[in-house]
């Protein structure tokens, strides 16, 4: 079975100022992608970054970068110059494929980021 | 716009009223799914569909049906809601079968089973 976690239900961080949200996954597969969404209070599902397995380098977008760790299966996400707008639950999930099962995302519970002035 | 719709948005019902919340992808996507996300669980996959005419179970099918007779719609029924199917409702969609692709979500159905 496919498990991830989020280890953090909550965390808050000042405007300007660096936070990191950990993930941690479980899987005895070797070729997965990862991914962090985001969830606004709007409710929308909004890609924030993706991590290709095999690929050892970080993946970045602007401020939102990934450490990603395989052997340690951790793949937290570090969000800098926080932004009010940043405020919402942040989910990390991945994905996997068989010819089985087809392929579905597995996601974590979430984390709950609040941005403070 | 490439996007995904959901019909409607906010639905309140009543135990046993079959209803049908309907998606609707303008990307020409071929994999569509849907999910459900509950406090505390985050998202589970209902049903997914590969392909036209092709659809699989996922992790909490139980009390759902789904179809795919047109690649753009993929609609989810409830053929006798009950009160613990109350939960948001997300559908999505990527543009192939591989684990490479991103998955492009809808706006969510908020569904409350009286």
């Known amino acids: 079975a496919q498990t991830v976690t989020q280890s953090q239900p909550e965390m808050s961080v000042q405007e300007a100022e660096t936070v990191t949200l950990s993930c941690t996954y479980d899987t005895s597969e070797n070729n997965y992608y990862l991914f962090w969404y985001k969830q606004p209070p709007s409710r929308q599902m909004i890609l924030v970054i993706r991590q290709e397995a095999y690929k050892q380098q970080n993946a970045t977008e602007n401020r939102f970068s990934v450490n990603f760790q395989k052997a340690a299966k951790s793949f937290s996400l570090k969000i800098s110059d926080s932004q009010l707008g940043d405020t919402a639950m942040y989910f990390c999930a991945f994905m996997i494929s068989n010819s089985n099962s087809g392929y579905a995302l597995n996601f974590g519970k979430g984390t709950s980021l609040l941005v403070t002035p | 716009e490439a996007q995904v719709t959901q019909n409607p948005r906010y639905l309140i019902t009543v135990t046993g009223k079959k209803l049908t919340v309907t998606c609707s992808q303008n990307?020409?996507?071929?994999?569509m799914s849907w999910y459900r996300q509950d406090p505390g669980l985050g998202l589970r996959q209902i049903y997914y569909?590969?392909?036209?005419?092709?659809?699989d179970k996922g992790d909490v099918p139980e009390g759902y049906k789904v179809s795919r007779k047109e690649k753009r719609n993929f609609p989810l029924i409830l053929e006798s809601p009950s009160p613990n199917q109350t939960s948001l409702y997300f559908c999505a969609s990527s543009p192939g079968r591989w684990y490479t692709d991103t998955q492009y979500f809808g706006p969510g159905t908020r569904l409350t089973v009286l």
């Open positions: 990307m020409n996507h071929e994999y």
């Open positions: 569909s590969m392909n036209v005419e092709v659809t």
